[in-house]
């Protein structure tokens, strides 16, 4: 999400130490994905949550959906920066909680934060902020299956098969779903922009995740 800020609020943003700010958003959605792709009997319990077990699963959600969501922001915030403005992440602490608990129930709502940006932006210039964040996210989903693809043959561990195919279900989601045209999501902004790269950028979207599955032999993202 790329929202805007008023100079009021700019001293409170910039005094938020950003390497914290995404820390807290990794680890949040790190752990709200690795209770969502946990085993649903085991959701419950306390034993499974402390076993080896699923801190591996945390650590290939840290690798592959964590990786997604900060990539994601900080791409909104390269691209604002090279065009002037001055943007800063902020984690929304309130939803990285909710997201977790939401988690327990088989679905999840990840809004983990977003760069927020002062200062002057043509149409376009926030069009191509906003596009910059699921595009990551496609770029992302392909290099997962792509190599989820070239190794399923081999000999490697089925743990390692399931972080690359959670790599690309995650960020195959976060492309689609964030080239939605609808309030501050991103896609609204790049159909504010121009409506023929919404077009190509959705369609983009909807064919990595649910064509290059079906092309390769993997279970569709959704």
């Not at 949550?49 to 290939?60: C, G, H, K, P, V």
């Not at 922001?73 to 997201?99: C, I, K, P, Q």
């Not at 743990?159 to 989601?173: A, E, P």
Request: aromatic content about 12%; charged content about 10%.
């Amino acid at each position: 999400m790329f929202p805007s800020f008023s100079p009021g609020q700019d001293a409170g943003v910039r005094q938020r130490n950003e390497v914290v700010e995404f820390a807290k958003a990794w680890i949040g959605t790190a752990l709200a994905f690795a209770v969502l792709f946990s085993a649903g009997s085991r959701r419950g319990s306390l034993q499974y949550f402390l076993s080896s077990e699923f801190a591996t699963i945390l650590l290939l959600a840290a690798l592959t959906a964590g990786l997604g969501v900060i990539l994601h922001e900080l791409m909104h915030r390269v691209v604002a920066r090279y065009f002037g403005a001055t943007a800063h992440f902020v984690a929304n602490d309130g939803m990285l909680v909710v997201s977790i608990l939401i988690a327990f129930t088989g679905f999840l709502f990840a809004a983990p934060g977003a760069v927020w940006h002062t200062g002057y932006l043509t149409k376009r210039q926030v069009g191509l902020i906003a596009a910059a964040g699921p595009i990551t996210n496609m770029v992302l989903a392909v290099l997962f299956l792509g190599a989820l693809v070239a190794l399923r043959a081999t000999d490697i561990s089925n743990m390692v098969l399931f972080g690359l195919y959670m790599g690309f279900q995650v960020n195959g989601i976060l492309g689609a779903f964030n080239m939605l045209p609808f309030g501050p999501i991103d896609g609204a902004k790049v159909l504010n922009w121009s409506a023929p790269v919404f077009g190509v950028l959705v369609a983009i979207a909807v064919g990595i995740a649910f064509g290059l599955p079906r092309l390769v032999g993997i279970p569709s993202v959704f």
